[in-house]
């Protein structure tokens, strides 16, 4: 059972570490300030939490057996991103003068909006339920009772979910450090293109096998 648990949880931080979608998102409502930063953290983890629920009740054997289920997910998350990546690099644009959006989402809603962002970025993503789905089972005995499947399904999605907020916190801290050079309206309007170029690319990503014939 330990040495299960410490695979999963090696294998965890390496998958974590690896940059991705929630690393662009984070460093984005970072920019914004802690708040938005701890938010977008907050949200994405909730949205962990809430995969591993789904998946404990075997709910993700349906998204994965639903065809069309899956595939209305898929474009969805990837709708969301697409418009979330051409809005922020539109925003650029139309209000270069002021750094990007670095003040739009100031003041005691800017951890709501970064919560919002998160959880929405993760749940609308199939691939992270698929994940749990089936990555997680390899470290649960076979032979375990519902309650037995439940309890292991908790405790590795408790050390998903943590491992992804200590490192994504840890982004959000060092980003805060770098308070005045992200201020800058320059630095801020291309950090907020590279962000919006990610999510565009994770979203075109989603949508280009169907866009593509099949060879």
């Not at 962990?48 to 898929?74: F, H, M, Q, R």
């Not at 519902?146 to 801290?173: D, E, K, P």
């Amino acid at each position: 059972m330990a040495s299960s648990l410490l695979d999963f949880t090696l294998s965890i931080i390496s998958f974590t570490l690896s940059p991705g979608m929630d690393t662009a998102l984070t460093l984005k409502m970072s920019f914004s300030g802690r708040k938005a930063g701890f938010g977008a953290v907050s949200g994405i983890c909730t949205g962990l939490l809430l995969w591993g629920v789904i998946a404990a009740l075997g709910l993700t054997i349906l998204l994965d057996n639903c065809k069309p289920l899956y595939v209305g997910l898929e474009w969805a998350g990837a709708l969301y991103l697409s418009w979330l990546g051409i809005s922020t690099i539109w925003k650029t644009f139309r209000r270069p003068s002021q750094g990007a959006d670095i003040t739009l989402i100031k003041g005691r809603d800017c951890f709501r909006a970064g919560f919002a962002a998160g959880l929405t970025t993760d749940l609308l993503n199939p691939q992270v339920g698929l994940f749990v789905m089936t990555f997680f089972p390899q470290f649960i005995p076979a032979k375990a009772s519902f309650l037995g499947r439940l309890s292991f399904y908790g405790t590795l999605t408790a050390i998903n979910a943590g491992i992804c907020f200590v490192w994504l916190a840890l982004l959000v801290m060092m980003s805060s450090t770098l308070g005045r050079f992200i201020e800058s309206p320059r630095v801020a309007m291309w950090l907020e293109r590279v962000a919006g170029l990610v999510f565009l690319y994770y979203g075109l990503k989603i949508i280009w096998p169907f866009l593509t014939p099949m060879t």
